[in-house]
DNA sequence: GGTTTTCCATACGCAACCGTATGGACGAGG
DNA sequence: CCTCGTCCATACGGTTGCGTATGGAAAACC
């Protein structure tokens, strides 16, 4: 932890990241940022004109990160259509990797930016699925359904707490990734 | 709008979530709220020993609404496993009533508290769209799987903005549901 | 080495909340 | 009619957070 002297715009917004990880939206305040930073609100207002500056930071990481870097990470590791799709599933349910989810689509309810934005992300990612199902099955509709099951699915792997009994949530949705692309 | 002069606790806890459904856990405050309701924080602080114990009151409602009262809701319309599941996907997709959702969820990240009471959200809706996948399948793992892919749908379709080309939501969702339903 | 630019500390005013304390209006019950 | 319990208004102190203003240290530049 050398005391650097001189804090980015990026630093701040990965701070920003943490502690809306660590406690919501509410915890996204500027002088507490600037404590953990180490540094003083004279910093921050600085780098950003506002709060509202570094909230729309932190959804322009978020869109990249959440739709093109996530989308690179599974071409990385190749395959045919089914295997990217059994990778998404792997990649995108590891742990934190969709911390500031819940708070930005609670958000979008309210705000019509925000709004637009997880639209935009939730467009790309669809396409994106949706273009894989298609190498692997015919029916226009039958791949929509399927893409928005598989789409819902890993939303819901992160949002819902059931428990499945004996089997782990692991296995269930691998279960129930396989059942999304077996033929009918 | 006839000038009542007494709250009741209920006026509060109703209060609290047009709050939260308009704009979010932060518009949930003690003098806005009054202020919305004609009064003052006066009459609060007799009702609620706290504002914790405000969202506890909600929490409570939110879980009993969220569960007995839809599943009451979607037997009522009668009809065998299928219907039912056709009934609770309709009634879930209602406008407006998952409005507390997200923020609930969102929050169970950082408390233990919240987080049991999701959990056992979850895990009574879930045990009911299971007995009800029971009655159309015969292997276990696949009931699970079909069932979580159900839940995350109903969870899904509220929490992702995606558009599906030409095709609505609405179709999709109910192609979706077929899907589901039909036999592997 | 002096000047300018970059980056941050300090201090201030202001608004929004929380929770408490206290008194008052109003109806119910005797 | 008087009292008592119910429900709320008002006033207060304390905290937290935003945004601004201003000065200062340190580096970059010439």
Redesign the pocket.
């Known amino acids: 932890m050398a005391r650097q002297?001189?804090?980015t715009r990026d630093e701040w917004v990965a701070a920003s990241f943490a502690a809306l990880a660590e406690g919501g939206i509410d915890a996204v305040?500027?002088?507490?940022l600037?404590r953990t930073l180490g540094?003083?609100?004279?910093?921050f207002?600085?780098?950003f004109?506002?709060?509202?500056a570094l909230v729309t930071a932190m959804l322009d990481a978020w869109e990249t990160g959440g739709t093109r870097d996530v989308i690179a990470r599974v071409d990385a590791h190749g395959g045919d259509a089914g295997a990217r799709l059994r990778q998404l599933c792997r990649v995108t349910s590891r742990d934190g990797e969709l911390t500031a989810e819940l708070a930005l689509r609670d958000w979008a309810r309210r705000d019509a930016d925000v709004a637009m934005r997880v639209q935009r992300v939730d467009d790309v990612r669809m396409a994106y699925i949706r273009a894989l199902f298609e190498e692997l099955f015919p029916n226009a509709e039958d791949i929509e359904a399927r893409s928005m099951l598989l789409y819902s699915l890993l939303i819901g792997n992160d949002f819902i707490v059931a428990r499945h009994g004996r089997r782990g949530r692991a296995r269930v949705l691998k279960d129930a990734v396989e059942l999304l692309l077996a033929q009918a």
Chains 1, 2 share one sequence.
């Open positions: 002297r001189k804090r305040r500027v002088e507490r600037a540094v003083t609100k004279g910093s207002y600085w780098h004109t506002d709060r509202a």
